[in-house]
């Protein structure tokens, strides 16, 4: 019941192996690997190149460049036209600051140093809850993140030192 060619006509049914012999076929599909491995090398550089070639990316990508280029100095500019009218009304800031103090120090002596009002206990407590909570995530993301990329060599060694040790 086995579908096993003839000794005879093994070559029979393939016309490119049918004048050889297993040898020259082994050889043949040999070179075809080899051929097919260069080929996916070749094209693995070419990829390789074009994905460091910084004129690509910047040619596929220039209205995306135009565009963050342009709203860096929309900021930049508003920043420098900011920091020049605060330093053109200086005195004027200075005055309304001083007088808005001393409002507050008439109106609450005990709070002189504070503007702040006092926020009740419960809304202080979640606030510092919420921010906790904030820091452990980002902890663990940058952590989890940093094990990602950096391979862990100290758990090769560890059992290696212990070995030493005892």
Partial sequence: MS??????????????????GDREQVEHAADRIRDELMLTLEELDRRRARATDVRYHVNQHRDLLVTVGAAALVVVGVGMGVAIYRSRHHDDIVRRRRRKALERAWA???????????????????????????????SAVARNSMQSLVPARTAAKAPAEADKKS
């Fill in 3 to 20: 579908q096993a060619p003839d000794t005879d006509n093994t070559h029979g049914t393939h016309a490119i192996t049918r004048h050889m």
């Fill in 108 to 138: 609450h002596p005990e709070r002189v140093a504070t503007s702040v009002e006092d926020k009740p206990l419960g809304a202080e407590l979640g606030r510092k809850l919420v921010m906790i909570f904030a820091t452990t995530l980002a």
